[in-house]
């Protein structure tokens, strides 16, 4: 294995680590530090996510409605365009 090679000097960090007092700090730190509430932000991006879904749906709605009515008014042009033929 790759790592095998780096295990003596990986036990070396740790214990010097362990030693120097670095990992009691640290569990003293995330004893007293307290991880911040993410809950309302969370519910503030469902919240946006869903406001952005009705939106889109909306856009798509109008922009169908829109393609149909141009297509229609291409057909009217199109049909005023050509010469009417004169029946004698």
């Known amino acids: 294995m790759l790592l ?3 295990l003596p000097m990986l ?3 740790y214990y010097s680590c362990v030693g120097l007092g670095y ?3 640290l569990q003293k730190f995330v004893g007293i ?3 911040p509430t993410l809950d309302p932000y969370i ?3 469902i919240e946006s996510r869903k ?3 009705m939106i889109n749906t909306t856009l ?3 922009q169908d409605r829109l393609d149909r009515i141009y297509g229609q008014a291409s057909k009217k042009r199109a049909s005023l365009a050509e010469p009417q033929a004169v029946s004698s």
């Open 11 to 13: 036990g070396y960090i």
């Open 4 to 6: 095998r090679p780096l």
């Open 23 to 25: 990992f009691t700090e």
């Open 43 to 45: 519910q503030k991006l």
């Open 60 to 62: 798509k709605t109008v």
């Open 33 to 35: 530090a307290k991880s």
């Open 51 to 53: 406001k952005l879904i």
